[in-house]
T-cell receptor
Framework: LAKTTQPISMDSYEGQEVNITCSHN???????ITWYQQFPSQGPRFIIQ???TKVTNEVASLFIPADRKSSTLSLPRVSLSDTAVYYC?????????????FGSGTRLQVQP | EADIYQTPRYLVIGTGKKITLECSQT?????MYWYQQDPGMELHLIHY???????EKGDLSSESTVSRIRTEHFPLTLESARPSHTSQYLC??????????????FGSGTRLTVV
C-alpha cells in the first residue's frame, strides 16, 4: 500500500496560486492519485483524480511526473473559502484493501 | 447538492442511550463506508459494505454496528452511547472501481456528543 507524505500546513494569500505536493515513492503500477478537500464539520469533497501527466478540471489541476512518485495539486487564485484541509490518496485495483486511508492532510490557510 | 445524506446533522444524547445514525445514497452504489473523525484528526474507517447483506469491520475498532438491508441505506447503531463515542461520523459510498482507487462521495457527517 503506497504511503503518502504531505506538508502538515501551508499559508497563502488571496489571489495566489497554491501548489501542494504529495510524495508517494512506492506507488504501484495500477494506483491512481486522488485529492480531497475538507472543511471543518463537513465530509471530504472529491477534487480531482489522475493516473499520469496532467489532469485539469474547473477547480484544480493535478500534475504527475513521469515516475509518478509524487503529485502536485494546483489551486489557481485561491480565495478565503479555499481554507481547508487537503488530502492525497493513492490506491488502485491491486491494493486489496477495503477502503483507502486518509492521512493527516495539509492544512491550507488563506489570508486576505 | 449531495447524493448521500446523513441524519441527524448534530446529536447530543445522554450516556446509555441507543442511537442510530442514518445514511442514505441515491447513486445506486454497492460500496458504502463509515469513517470516524475527531476534530482536527485523521479519518478512520470503522465499517464498510460491499453490498446488501455484506458488512465488515474497518481499521479502527468500534463498538458500533451497521446493517445493509437495502442498497441505498447503511445505518450505524450504538446500543449504549458513552462519552468516548463523541466524534464526527462520516458516511461515504463509491462506484465499483473507485473504492480501491479512492473515489468516494461523502455525506456531510453527523457530529455526535454524548454527555
Amino acid at each position: 500500500l503506497a504511503k503518502t507524505t504531505q506538508p502538515i500546513s501551508m499559508d497563502s494569500y488571496e489571489g495566489q496560486e497554491v501548489n501542494i505536493t504529495c510524495s508517494h515513492n512506492n506507488i504501484a503500477t495500477n494506483d491512481y492519485i486522488t485529492w480531497y478537500q475538507q472543511f471543518p464539520s463537513q465530509g471530504p469533497r472529491f477534487i480531482i483524480q489522475g493516473y499520469k501527466t496532467k489532469v485539469t478540471n474547473e477547480v484544480a489541476s493535478l500534475f504527475i511526473p513521469a515516475d509518478r512518485k509524487s503529485s502536485t495539486l494546483s489551486l489557481p487564485r485561491v480565495s478565503l473559502s479555499d481554507t481547508a484541509v487537503y488530502y492525497c490518496l493513492v490506491g488502485g485495483m491491486d491494493t486489496g484493501r477495503r477502503a483507502l486511508t486518509f492521512g493527516s492532510g495539509t492544512r491550507l490557510q488563506v489570508q486576505p | 447538492e449531495a447524493d448521500i445524506y446523513q441524519t441527524p446533522r448534530y446529536l447530543v444524547i445522554g450516556t446509555g442511550k441507543k442511537i442510530t445514525l442514518e445514511c442514505s445514497q441515491t447513486m445506486g452504489h454497492d460500496k458504502m463506508y463509515w469513517y470516524q473523525q475527531d476534530p482536527g484528526m485523521e479519518l478512520h474507517l470503522i465499517h464498510y459494505s460491499y453490498g446488501v447483506n455484506s458488512t465488515e469491520k474497518g481499521d479502527l475498532s468500534s463498538e458500533s454496528t451497521v446493517s445493509r438491508i437495502r442498497t441505498e441505506h447503511f445505518p450505524l447503531t450504538l446500543e449504549s452511547a458513552r462519552p468516548s463515542h463523541t466524534s464526527q461520523y462520516l458516511c461515504a459510498s463509491s462506484e465499483p472501481n473507485q473504492g480501491a482507487r479512492g473515489g468516494y462521495t461523502f455525506g456531510s457527517g453527523t457530529r455526535l456528543t454524548v454527555v
